[in-house]
């Protein structure tokens, strides 16, 4: 269990300017020189339909990065056709749930928030008459923080229809007290539930204890020590932004983020999220049922490279959205994408992930000494 006292206090931390990205040929980094070609005729031949944009970076270094143009939207938003490239905003859709995971494990190293072991309803003492409820009393926040709440919640189907929970969710007066009232299913802990309610309470907590919005706070504590300077983070009003689903970056952003995570919260050098958290947000805590597991917040995976299971993170979101690490071969890919709300828009990133990349390592998985 994760404890206050294992996270050292964060001290502020200066805004970077954003470093040039190094980039290696893929033979240099130990891939199959032709990567960009397998890529290109994925692509064409229609294996992988719907790419955005992909950035591959290996030991920090860009292996590919290739930018196409399609149809896509902003919360929902069409936006017609857009001619994607690096300065082009993207939705990262439910990617922006495991930025917020982030943005806790900083506000509790700071201590703004409640440690995970703290009772959930407690947080919210404008709801005493949910917290009464004998049936809600064990819950805690680590509870939100793996999507094991055990209430009722289905996002099963299309954002476009209001029986989506977290389309009622938005459409609710209170959207915390929507989410906390929801009847219980489980017992806590005990089966997940995939929840954009459980991250609205954790941006909850996020915007009411450090006094800023989620975009505010964002900008202060993770994206301006990343070098961040450019971002929108969409909702149905300001100061009520979309803590499941509202953020909106660049692909290289998105990856600078993965390799924030890649290097155990460090960044050019300095500890922008607490080490202990980034431990502990990777750690197992539940399975999806689908073959994952979850931490808190983050997706996690193995593959076997060089005979071994190797661990990933990974953050997924609506459409195609991807961003996975996998720290010990030094890995960090970043996707977007435009096939919302198709159920199978899944796939085309996961054929990217293992076949244009696992599968063209041909160093075991054991990055190449940098040059």
Same mark, same amino acid.
């Given at each position: ?46 294996? &992988? ?13 860009? &292996? ?51 440690? $995970? ?191 071994? $299971? ?40 996961t054929r990217v992930w293992r076949e244009i990349v696992l599968a063209q390592l041909r160093d075991g998985g054991v990055p190449p000494?940098?040059?």
């Open positions: 269990m994760m404890r206050r006292g294992l996270i050292a206090a964060a001290l502020a931390t200066p805004a970077l300017a954003a470093q040039p990205w190094p980039q290696a040929a893929p033979g240099e980094a130990g891939f199959a020189p032709d990567l960009a070609e397998r890529l290109d005729y994925g692509i064409r031949s229609g294996l &992988l339909r719907g790419l955005h944009g992909v950035l591959l970076a290996r030991e920090g270094r860009i &292996l590919l990065e290739r930018y196409d143009e399609g149809p896509d939207e902003a919360w929902g938003r069409p936006l017609g056709q857009v001619a994607m490239g690096p300065e082009v905003l993207h939705d990262l859709r439910s990617v922006t749930k495991s930025v917020v995971g982030l943005l806790y494990g900083i506000a509790l190293g700071r201590g703004q928030v409640p440690p $995970p072991e703290a009772p959930l309803y407690a947080q919210f003492p404008a709801y005493p008459d949910l917290a009464a409820d004998p049936a809600r009393a064990g819950l805690r926040v680590e509870h939100a923080l793996s999507m094991t709440l055990g209430l009722r919640w289905d996002e099963s189907g299309s954002y476009l229809e209001a029986a989506n929970s977290e389309i009622a969710m938005e459409a609710a007066p209170d959207r915390l007290r929507y989410v906390l009232e929801q009847p219980v299913v489980a017992p806590p802990g005990a089966r997940w539930i995939y929840s954009g309610g459980a991250t609205t309470l954790l941006g909850g907590l996020i915007t009411r204890g450090s006094g800023r919005s989620l975009p505010d706070y964002a900008r202060e504590v993770l994206f301006e020590p990343l070098g961040i300077t450019r971002f929108t983070w969409q909702g149905r009003a300001p100061g009520e932004e979309s803590a499941a689903s509202g953020l909106r970056l660049t692909l290289r952003d998105l990856a600078r983020i993965g390799e924030l995570v890649r290097l155990g919260g460090v960044a050019e050098g300095r500890q922008v999220v607490p080490a202990a958290w980034i431990a502990a947000m990777t750690r197992p805590a539940i399975p999806t049922g689908d073959g994952l597991r979850y931490g808190w917040h983050w997706y996690l995976g193995r593959e076997a490279l060089g005979g071994e $299971p190797r661990p990933w993170f990974g953050a997924f979101g609506n459409g195609g959205q991807r961003l996975w690490v996998l720290p010990a071969a030094g890995l960090t890919l970043a996707i977007f994408a435009g096939r919302y709300n198709a159920p199978d828009a899944w796939a085309a990133p000494p940098a040059r």
